[in-house]
């Protein structure tokens, strides 16, 4: 079939040649509309209604049970607890967690685990979970459900959350007095924030692993007993017994949702009980008529889209999504005043525990695992949500300005100019021989990939390296330095190394190929990633040039300039700064700049270990993906071309700063 | 009566040799068993209740029914009086001896439990001994298996009818028989297991149908559905051999055990924590009601209840009769007591009374008192799946043995052909029972059967032996991969996973704690008092798994990417053919094509540089537009309306064709 070779579709036509002309034009045009269609998102008629899809969730149906004595025993508990807290002032009370699961007749355990923490020369942590499985009567243990409540020490520095466990141990006894339950219930008490949870969860899933002790950072250990495969969790983080108004939390690690239709199976069964309840729930605030619906949702989504883009789980439910478990955290928070107080304060907590067991009963009815409704979506309120296939045309029109002009370029490539086939160089090299003026550099382009792509790795891999880590530096100087020396070279690789004729072209295609596909990819992986960084460098690409016939040179210089600030270390270094300045704005300029270095520096070593504990990609992209692209751009950006007089000026200062070459010197052609 | 058989003579040397140890147990004493009281036709019921109160706020209740019939000669089974018909016609139509048969809901929890008295798997679970003379094969066993699962599928209601090839294995070594197998005859095992089978009500009527009484009298009565299945494991059992005495087939008993093993979990009793009770509870508690008489046609009908153990701290209201108070059976070094209620004593005097057990405990205990935990058994098994994704994982089944000294272990391995093992990533690591993470010390196999399942066809069959050192466990570990079904053969509920079944392991206890299982040629629970033997063959089941194999998403994208698909393939076939097929353009006649296609090819002529009214030649034979010409373009690469053609002369419309290729 001719169809799809045929040689009369030339690239060469008069509309890409026209198009040509107008590139830019064309890629502000997408640019500006994928921008806006999200913008669009916002406005009610663009986004749809939630709904339960699962029917065998059905929540609500069944009247919730538990009484004003599971209350009592709650407060009764967290009296106990808070003496308990009095003893161990840094550590978690496993004895007594351990007494109360088994008098409440749990099959009670403890797991230990180990983290061996890689910087700083190297100190060992042991950490303890207790957790107690309630067998249900109607299975064999081939399902489980899991009701987490994290543990933190009195001298935590984080809010205090201590009566989540008496709440948890409270609904435990209620359930263990119930013989409808079709999975096994796991009670399970972790500490030391997200870590515990991660080796709780390594450990269950990987329990057997033998891992050298040399090299695993986390060693989970392995746990004595399980329930089968797990089939949703419920992560509890309570404030107070007396709440004012429960927080959901879904946002997982690298940006994973819950499943939907949990999430709305908490906002339905939270509003059957009266309880505020929502996504990104604040205080009840003042009616300001101010904001429209058109603001408040647009905030909402950023807001959503800006805890995602950052990968790390906003509780611990985050850490469940990566073993396809369905889970999400229900914060409740504090409730600052009396006035509202409604019923007796013995009662404060039942419509809470009213809730929970009415999500425990909701989920204990499904028949199959989350499996309806959506994955990808983005909360716009909390009865409305945005599709995958609503959002990611945004995204696809920001990443389709890097394939147009890739096309583009392609086709206005000088070695095409006689019409060769393009792909298929070699083959039609001995059709058409006279065609070709010169080959293209691809070899050294090729070279020139890897040795970006080789820093980038190196960026990964190096801060890890026994050597350095027996270097006593903390782990922040220690990646800090490291990613900058990589970043270092990567600045200087364009002024040591200059591409052949043609070579710059080149490597202008390969750049926005290679870019539009790894943003579609995280995009893919994590929405809100791959959105923020195509907004924040699709106008940069948009405006690079290689070609060396513009005599504009205030444009160059400002897309110099443009591709020097949009290194990932700088945008790290001004995304802190700016959540410095807001956090503390009653701060000196030149302290708060200081401050936001040494945030900054934080930030990536904690990228770092985030990415070696939980497997949080955010460092790698960074990294490994947006690094060796940085590099390419900045050298497009420079534009060096080989011609004499850049070999003269080379070879007088060969790391002078980036001065541009005189519109003169670019004019003059190699061939 | 009911004096166990006397033991083997003297207690043999213990086999060190794996792959002996339980060869060695094929049971010489059953010989003994068949001299029993019994006379000829002589045919007795008994019903036994065994109540033992559990750690952990749970009670055992165990019934069991047995009918043993010494029916002499197989024409006898024509006439039935006590065992069901079915069952006699059983042995009439088949070359079955032994039948095990279990339907389970629940899991027994070894931990705090101990062991169970008769062992059973969630689900449904089936095995059977055929024996027969050297004309049975094993394609007639695998029939009359399949036949046999068929007929137990109907008399109990449950889905034994889906025991196929496809779910059933051959177990070599683990499985032993409880008959007495004949030295000139074959002998074949069969076993299944369906796990998802879910046991309810419509398997109880059927089951209680094949008792003498039915469920009108005796210790059936108590059996009602809506107690027994609020419990926190409930199992249905029923057991079926032959024993045929002098390996003559003229001289034989059938023996048919149906057995019920409950287990109550008091809290499930209470309303809440503040109306907790102490732990009391009574017959009327556990089953509903008292109990109403005992079965008339039973020769004798007791209630064992334990008073030592968990069953110490209860005191018994009424007290069992002062001869009966406290019986001992002593075995293997460990000692249970129990207390007897023989219900013809109770049912003497005529009344229209219903009897009742209470067990109370004592008021002033504090719940934390029976919490303590209980000492685990020597042996304790566990199953589990690793990895995560839906694309592979590992099995892991885990065996932990308490005990000091070291034992025999044999484990048996189901995997589904939906789920592929490999072989050679199969290892069995072991730790010391205290420390948490498996290092990389290894077992080795003393024994190892494998029979590779093929997909869609058969399971994989694992059997492996090793001596487990005594505070150790081992990990036994299999990787495997998941397969990716064809559209039709997921299950309705297609996301709630696929199960595998639970692994048999197999052990043999030096010592009697914990042990309750009957002896071999014992056929009633008190046949077990005081039955010391050398060693005690003990056989657990693990959890079953459920895994996740990759599941479409079977809603409408999905559909129409299916229909979508065909609507492709279909097209592939006539657009292939155009592409591949030798074409011999014949004649032209006519100059106007017909069809689509031939317009079609017409184009293509005429842009090889031909004038199209050459080209294009009516009946080209292309085999590329409609069936018909298909067909005959794969006969023949010439249609039969042209077959002349080619010899004659149309060489000179060769050259066409080259263009088209050279367009290709």
Known sequence: MGLLSDPSISTQSKLVDGLARHVRKVCTVLYVAGVAWFFCLALPEFNHGTYLSENALSPGLVYPEIRVDANRLAIQLLEELQRERKDHLSTTPHAWIAAKMNEFGLETHTHNYTLRYPFGGGKEYHGKNIYGILRAPRIASTEGIVFTAPYRAASSVHTDISPSVPLLLAFADFARRKNYWAKDLIFLVTEQEQLGMQAWLEAYHDGDRDLDVSKAYLRPGNLPARAGSLQAALNIEVQDLEIDYVDVRIEGLNGKLPNLDMFNLVQRIMAREGIASGYKQTPRKKRRHSKSLFETNLRQMLAMLATQSSGVPNGNHGLFHRYRIDALTIAAHRRATHATLKGQPGSAAVPLLKAIEGIARSLNNLLERFHQSFFFYVIVNNDRYISIGDYMPALVALVACAFVKAYLMWSTLPSTEAGGELDT?????????EAEKFELPYGSVLIYLTATLLIGFLCNVLPLQQYFLEIPMGAAPLTTSVLSFLSLIGFILPFVVVLPPGGLELLHVAFLLIYGCSLIVIGLLNFALGFFVAVLTVPLVIALETKEDTSRSTLRHAIRLLALILNPMMIVYVIVLAMTFYQFPELPLQKILLRAATAAMDASAYGLIDSVLYGNFLYFVISTVLLPLWIICWTLALSKRRDYADYVEFEESPASSPQPQSPSQAKVKTS | MGQPGCPTAGPRPRPCGIALFLLALIPLTV???AKSPLGRDDERFDEELVVRPLSGDHV?????????WHFGHKDNLYHTQLTPRVIAELLQQFDVKELHIGLTQGLWRYETWGYPIVEATSGAEMWAWFSGDNNLTDSEVNSQWSQLANVFSGVLCASLNFVDKTNSISPRHLLRPQFMPAANRKNFVRYSALPREIVCTENLTPWKKLLPCGSASGFASLLNSGHVHNTKYHSLGLKVRTLCEDNSEDNCIVELTQTANLVYDLRLFEQSSSSSSNGDFSLRRLFGMGLNGYCELAESSKMYVQRNEQGERYQLVPPPSPENEEVRSTRGGHTAIYGVYDMHEQFKDHGERLFNVAWLAPKSENRRRNMVKPTPPPLTVHRYLLGHGQERGRIATEITNSHYDALPILVQEVIPWYVHGYLHTLSVRKKPQRVNEYGRQRIPFKLLHYKPGKQRELPSHLEIGFLLPGQTSALITIDVDYLLLKWLEYPPDANHGHYIGSALVSSQLPMGRNYTALPVEGYLFRDSFNATRPS???????????????????????????????VVALAFGPIHSVATK??????????????????LLNKVFRRGGQPAAEGAGKGAGTGAGDGEESREGAAGDAPPGESELPGTGHLDDQPLLEDLEEND
């Open chain 1, 425 to 433: 160089e070699e083959r039609d090299a001995d059709t058409d021989v």
């Open chain 2, 582 to 599: 030798m074409i011999i353009v014949g004649k032209p006649t006519t100059t106007t094509p017909k069809n689509f296609i031939k317009k």
């Open chain 2, 536 to 566: 005690y063959v003990l056989s657990l089941h693990t959890e079953a798994l459920i895994v996740s194999l990759p599941t479409p998403d079977f809603s409408m994208p999905y559909n129409v990417i299916c229909l979508a698909c065909t």
């Open chain 2, 60 to 68: 055992n209740t165990y019934f069991q029914f047995t009918t043993r």
């Open chain 2, 31 to 33: 010989a003994s068993s």
